[in-house]
């Protein structure tokens, strides 16, 4: 670009040889271009994994890089030999290097198997990219018109659902590193195919086949209105919390509802609080539903000569079945905000446990007492042999993605050889952990101590032969009025010991 004196002089153009610059000034803004700078030469770096990876099949998956340059934003060129030999796609990308000498960088697995690629391997190339800006001048007016700059926003490349399955993938890799590299890519293959049952980014409903729930009031009963119980300020502020989140996330309304129900904090085992709603009073005006849930002696036996098994948790089950639209106003609770009803089924009513069996069956089918038994919101896969569970995990996992169940990742156990039991080919045992508090339960002094012991024994006694017969002296401190005398029991105390 030539510039005259006259027109810088007319234009107010000045020019930095110093700082490799000019500027042109007007009333309204200065603009700075900087001279174009053209290198003899522009020295290329190699970028390379930071870190072993794990790509899934048919995933993308954001990496961590790194290289030996300094600082700077960097052009991009991927590697032809990691695209033609492994099948692993990168894009060409502009790619800002920090002061760690690291970048993030996204990789494409286009295979239908998992890809591993070792710490050190080389990605492609990088070079500095020039920092040149630009202006023009509009020539329909005889001065400089102010320069206009558009402003693009570079769409993030992991989306909040990206984000989602990134977490999901990492949860799924810790669930399966028990299992050896063959079986875990086979498992894991699996939880791919099926990923959207792990994604609780949303909120969801089941489809149930038309099975809603019902909360059928007894009749010649009105309905029943509570205040809002009085609660410290920190917990009226955990309340206005969880409501708040409940309405964002769809679960709970506004309600005009004749019904209410007070609200209290429960704490857990860790010590956080669970939000709850005390539903007792509609509960005893509410026609029972004894739809059955399977006994727990069923389900063990059941699982006798298996090798495999996987448990899945479902997320936040209750909240996933949907509630008859007349029967929403019955949910209602109140607060010292305001008054709210579920839009789905919440937990602390009484025949919860019943619809909730009842849809969980029905989503299943036939699958049930035949690879895969249910107990309130957990679901159990069992299988005689490692192949045979992969096969069954896909069928339960498929039943369940068709019906938009979702599962809470991080509770799933997966191909495990032990539940709470050895199952071994010839019959159940309990596990070593689970009676060694029977085991290791101290010679009774008192009458209730000795009453105590018995009543954890006869959880047992179906491992213990002829139990009635060993434990028959004992069995007098279920009487808490017996005079204790322990030498009659001495005996009975060690065999059961001795037998678990």
Known sequence: LLLGGDFCDKYNVNISYGGKYLTISTRQQQTRVKFQQQP??????????LNGIAIPPLSSKVIQAASSSSPMSAIFTPSSRMTNKQHVIAPHAILTIDNTNTTTLTLLNTTTSFKRIPQGTTLGQI?????????Y?????CSIQPQHTTSVTTPNPISSKSKSYSSIHSTMHELTSHLPRQQQDQILSILIKHKSVFDTSKTSIMNTNNISHRIPILPQHRPIQS??????AKETQIINEQ?????DNHVIRPSTSPWSAPVVIIRKKDGSPRFCVDYRKQNLITERDVYPSPRIDDIIDKLVGSQYFTTLDLKAGYWQ??????DKKKTA????DGLFEFNVLPFGFSNAPATFQRIINSVLGVLRWDITLVYLDDIIVYSPSFANHVKHLDLILDALEKANVKLNAAKCSLARKQL???IPQDGIKPTRTNVKKTIDFPTPTLTKAAYSFIQVAQFYHRFIKDFSTIAAPLNMFKNKDVKFEWTPCKQSFNTLKQKL
Do not use: W
Request: hydrophobic share 25%; aromatic share 10%; glycine share 2%.
């Open 227 to 232: 205040y809002p119980y009085r609660k410290a």
């Open 321 to 326: 079945i949907p509630i008859e639209e007349q």
């Open 420 to 422: 709470g039991y050895r």
């Open 333 to 336: 609770f109140i607060t010292p």
């Open 243 to 247: 409501v708040k989140e409940m309405l």
């Open 127 to 135: 070079k500095n990219l020039e920092d040149n800006t630009c202006c």
């Open 40 to 49: 003899n030469t522009q020295q290329v770096f190699h970028l390379n994994t």
């Open 137 to 141: 001048v509009r020539h329909n007016s």
